[in-house]
T-cell receptor, first 109, second 116 residues
Framework: GEDVEQSLFLSVREGDSSVINCTYT??????LYWYKQEPGAGLQLLTY?????DMKQDQRLTVLLNKKDKHLSLRIADTQTGDSAIYFC?????????FGQGTELSVKP | DAGVTQSPTHLIKTRGQHVTLRCSPI?????VSWYQQVLGQGPQFIFQ???????GRGNFPDRFSARQFPNYSSELNVNALLLGDSALYLC???????????????FGEGSRLTVL
């Protein structure tokens, strides 16, 4: 079946690196995504990676993709209190996104 | 440039009523999708429209319907509302024409529906 799994909570100290992990199911997914959702808000596209890539870096964000294990991770360097939010990974199957349940990142000063 | 815009932002309905939610995609984007996000969960796919045609439908009852207009804006309609329809309804747009394929898929801020 289609299931994207994430751990539910992550707590880090300001200035540390955060690593949010995700496993997905469909090896034919062309793109994999990370979205950020702040309380009461919509989904903000943080980054996405094409399935033929292993890594993508964008400023403080690094995405690693392990296709063999169907594992995706998002590393946030120098985590700030403004990074506190829920982070969703998603895979695209045909025309639709399949989301995980979200990881709530709490950044403590 | 404006992002994906949705209206209304918040609304309250009672059971059995009908609701229409609206979405305007990013200028130039031809594909619009709708998602339902129940509190504490990830979004669930409802519909995708491309060039005014339905291209996909999620596991939702026939009470849910949608359409896309010539200007690529879209409406989501829900009939005979149930308490369980209370959720944040998100619209996403993507360029995705025959020439340009991109992974960029942008969401609006959503319409928060409360059914009493």
């Amino acid at each position: 079946g289609e299931d994207v799994e994430q751990s539910l909570f992550l707590s880090v100290r300001e200035g540390d690196s955060s690593v949010i992990n995700c496993t997905y199911t469909d090896s034919s997914s062309t793109y994999l995504y990370w979205y950020k959702q702040e309380p009461g808000a919509g989904l903000q596209l943080l980054t996405y990676i094409f399935s033929n890539m292993d890594m993508k870096q964008d400023q403080r964000l690094t995405v690693l993709l392990n296709k063999k294990d169907k594992h995706l991770s998002l590393r946030i360097a120098d985590t700030q209190t403004g990074d506190s939010a829920i982070y969703f990974c998603a895979e695209i199957i045909a025309f639709r996104l399949i989301f995980g349940q979200g990881t709530e990142l709490s950044v403590k000063p | 440039d404006a992002g994906v815009t949705q209206s209304p932002t918040h609304l309250i309905k009672t059971r059995g009523q009908h609701v229409t939610l609206r979405c305007s995609p990013i200028s130039g984007h031809k594909s619009v999708s709708w998602y339902q996000q129940v509190l504490g969960q990830g979004p669930q796919f409802i519909f995708q429209y491309y060039e005014k045609e339905e291209r996909g439908r999620g596991n939702f009852p026939d009470r849910f319907s949608a359409r896309q207009f010539p200007n690529y804006s879209s409406e989501l309609n829900v009939n005979a509302l149930l308490l369980g329809d209370s959720a944040l309804y998100l619209c996403a747009s993507r360029l995705n024409d025959r020439v340009i394929r991109t992974g960029e898929l942008f969401f609006g801020e959503g319409s928060r529906l409360t059914v009493l």
